[in-house]
């Protein structure tokens, strides 16, 4: 067992006496029968969220400042709620243990590996999680006078700078954080983008193979192709209709309204070869419009979108 061979190298052994070592094994027992069962089931359930939040992070260039503030937040509830509770009551239940033994024992339920193939994973976790924090502080390092940006650059600093130690010698923050990342990710269903958007085949219309329909923007391209082959009113109600859908199923995965705005106008701009988005003038009227409303906050942003898309994709 595993914990056996861990009590060895820390020169603690089980006496060679029946009752000691069925107490052992009850023991161990309950937490690989806890750690393989309901940590790893409520571990997957709570990444759900966060899933979202890190693919707004990693793929969108243009994100502001407070979605990195609520994926960074998400993280933190995520390891305090979920992770953290349980690396501490098996700290307290294993003898001369260390928070890399409790790191290694959750990655080895989490993955379903070995002790050995664990500790291989926790490296490469290390170079990942190194690599993605650096991103995260370059987006933030230059916001100053807000206490709170502050006190979360601090943070993502020192777990930057730990990264760099032997997997042995990082603090307890840096192990949780591996551990949350170690936690598999729920897979996009393939059939389905949002409420708001279907997925089928690859769409083949006049010998043409319409873009493949995966994220929200592949449909609005796909979309604006199509509204120029309409005319009049039935053009009008078909792109303003898309707009909407692909607005919505964007804000259902994460996105704060502000960013949802920018990465559909980034993303036509790239994918039609417009030339580049005026990305300053843009974003200040989303803001100025996402500041003033609030009721109907997601119909007038639509109706902005419909406007710029209308006029610089449809009718240029």
């Not at 027992?29 to 790893?40: M, N, Q, R, S, T």
């Not at 916001?143 to 979360?152: D, P, Q, T, Y």
């Not at 920018?262 to 200040?284: C, N, T």
């Amino acid at each position: 067992m595993r914990e056996m061979e861990r009590l060895k190298e820390v020169d603690f052994e089980i006496p060679n006496i029946s009752s000691y070592l069925f107490n052992f094994a009850v023991k161990e027992g309950k937490w690989i029968e806890y750690l393989y069962g309901p940590f790893k089931k409520n571990a997957e359930e709570a990444v759900r969220n966060l899933a979202n939040w890190e693919r707004i992070v990693s793929d969108e260039e243009t994100v502001s400042e407070g979605s990195i503030i609520n994926f960074l937040n998400e993280r933190k509830r995520v390891i305090d709620e979920v992770i953290e509770p349980v690396m501490d009551e098996w700290l307290k239940t294993h003898k001369k243990a260390s928070y890399l033994d409790a790191t290694i024992a959750l990655i080895c339920a989490l993955e379903k590996t070995s002790r050995g193939k664990a500790l291989e994973l926790l490296e490469e976790r290390k170079r990942v999680l190194q690599e993605f924090m650096s991103k995260i502080y370059e987006k933030i390092k230059d916001v100053k006078g807000i206490r709170l940006f502050e006190n979360i650059k601090s943070r993502v600093a020192a777990i930057i700078d730990d990264l760099s130690k032997p997997a042995t010698d990082l603090m307890k923050e840096t192990y949780l954080e591996l551990i949350l990342n170690s936690v598999p990710r729920p897979i996009p269903r393939e059939v389905q983008v949002s409420h708001y958007l279907f997925v089928g085949g690859p769409i083949t219309r006049g010998g043409k193979v319409e873009p493949d329909l995966v994220k929200p923007t592949d449909f609005l391209e796909r979309d604006i192709m199509l509204t120029k082959r309409r005319s009049g009113e039935d053009q009008v109600k078909f792109l303003r209709s898309s707009v909407e859908k692909v607005l919505k199923a964007l804000l259902e995965q994460g996105m704060e309204p502000e960013d949802a705005v920018m990465h559909i106008l980034s993303e036509m701009y790239k994918r039609f070869d417009v030339g580049e988005l005026p990305e300053a003038e843009l974003r200040e009227k989303v803001k100025e419009i996402v500041t003033q409303s609030r009721e109907e906050r997601i119909k007038i942003l639509s109706e902005f979108l419909f406007s710029h898309l209308m006029k610089k994709f449809v009718k240029d």
